[in-house]
């Protein structure tokens, strides 16, 4: 998947959660943006996204009544979100929200079953899923390993949490 389906994923996820929470977000022109974006095509959308995802993660981190109710499109966006770094945010609500095993749970279905973004997200949120369940920790590392793409094949030796990591 190209990298501008990706971000159009992402970012309708999100959109889908902060609808559901109730919250808007506006983001105000900026030429630091607008130069940026000159030069990577797309950083305007990637901007946005990161200012859609905190408004989601601090309403969700303050209300975590509004955390367990919204887990499944708190998971959605979290899913979709295939930044090495970003998707900690939105992991540490599932946490608190649903319990680290939940969580692994999650990904491991995700990376099972999912389809290619799905599973190269799940398999990148899964170093933020905190200290991993024995059992799952397998299951999550035979179905990496047996995916498709190379790049979900590969990401979990690099990801602290894995049998290998």
Do not use: N
């Not at 981190?61 to 955390?67: T, V």
């Not at 799952?136 to 290998?164: N, Q």
């Amino acid at each position: 998947m190209e990298r501008g389906a990706r971000l159009d994923a992402q970012e309708a996820a999100l959109d889908a959660l902060l609808a559901v929470l109730g919250l808007e977000v506006r983001t105000e022109p900026d030429e630091r943006v607008a130069a940026l974006a000159a030069r990577a095509p797309g950083y305007e959308q990637y901007h946005r996204i990161g200012h859609k995802r905190q408004a989601a993660y601090r309403h969700l981190a303050a209300d975590r009544a509004a955390a367990r109710a919204h887990y499944g499109p708190v998971l959605a966006a979290l899913l979709t979100d295939d930044d090495p770094s970003s998707p900690r945010w939105l992991a540490q609500v599932l946490l608190a929200a649903g319990g680290r095993r939940r969580l692994q749970e999650e990904l491991v279905a995700a990376v099972e079953d999912g389809g290619p973004l799905r599973r190269a997200c799940a398999v990148g949120a899964w170093r933020w899923a905190d200290a991993p369940y024995g059992d799952l920790a397998e299951r999550f590392r035979a179905a990496a390993g047996a995916a498709a793409d190379p790049w979900v094949r590969e990401r979990p030796a690099d990801s602290p949490g894995t049998p290998d990591g």
